[in-house]
C-alpha cells in the first residue's frame, strides 16, 4: 500500500467552523482519518499521487483541496451538500440513538439500530463515491471513511 501512489497520505479538515464535538463523534473523526491513512484507494484523474487532501465546506459545497505530497495544488473540485443532506441528518439522528442505546438497551435493540446506521452510512459513501467518479476512482472503504469526515463537517455549533 505504501508504495502505491494512488493514495491520500495526509487529510486535513477545515477546522475554522469547529465546534467540540462530543467524545463519540471525536472517536469517529480519528478513527476514519487513521484508517484512511493507514489504508486508502484514491486516484484523481489525471494527477499523479500519493495526495494531500484537504477538505472543507464553502459556501454549501464540499470541497475538495487536493494537493501533491509536496503540498503543491494539483486539483480543486467541489460538490453541493444538498444531495448530502438528509442523509447526513439522519445519520446524525440514528447515531444518537444508537449512542443512547448503548446506555440503556439490550443487545438485539442496539444491533437493529447498528444496521440501520450502517446502512445509511453506506448510502451516504456510495453517493460520495458516485459524485466524485468524474475526477476520483476511489474503493468503498475510503469513500466510508471520507463520508464519516464529511459527515463531521457538518456539525455546527
Request: with cysteine; net charge negative.
Amino acid at each position: 500500500m505504501a508504495d502505491d501512489p494512488a493514495r491520500i497520505v495526509h487529510v486535513y479538515l477545515d477546522e475554522k467552523t469547529v465546534v467540540r464535538r462530543s467524545a463519540p463523534v471525536e472517536h469517529e473523526r480519528a478513527a476514519a482519518i487513521y484508517d484512511l491513512l493507514e489504508d486508502n484507494r484514491f486516484d484523481v484523474i489525471g494527477e499523479d499521487g500519493p495526495f494531500i487532501l484537504h477538505l472543507s465546506i464553502e459556501d454549501d459545497r464540499l470541497v475538495f483541496d487536493v494537493r501533491s505530497e509536496a503540498d503543491d495544488p494539483l486539483d480543486r473540485f467541489t460538490l453541493p451538500t444538498s444531495p448530502f443532506r438528509r442523509l447526513i441528518k439522519d445519520y446524525f439522528t440514528v447515531c444518537e440513538t444508537y449512542y443512547d442505546a448503548i446506555k440503556h438497551a439490550g443487545v438485539n435493540h442496539i444491533e437493529a439500530i447498528d444496521l440501520g446506521r450502517r446502512a445509511l452510512h453506506d448510502e451516504g459513501s456510495d453517493l460520495l463515491a458516485e459524485r466524485l467518479a468524474s475526477r476520483v476512482r476511489m474503493d468503498a472503504p475510503t469513500a466510508r471513511r471520507l463520508f464519516t469526515l464529511v459527515c463531521v463537517l457538518h456539525i455546527r455549533g
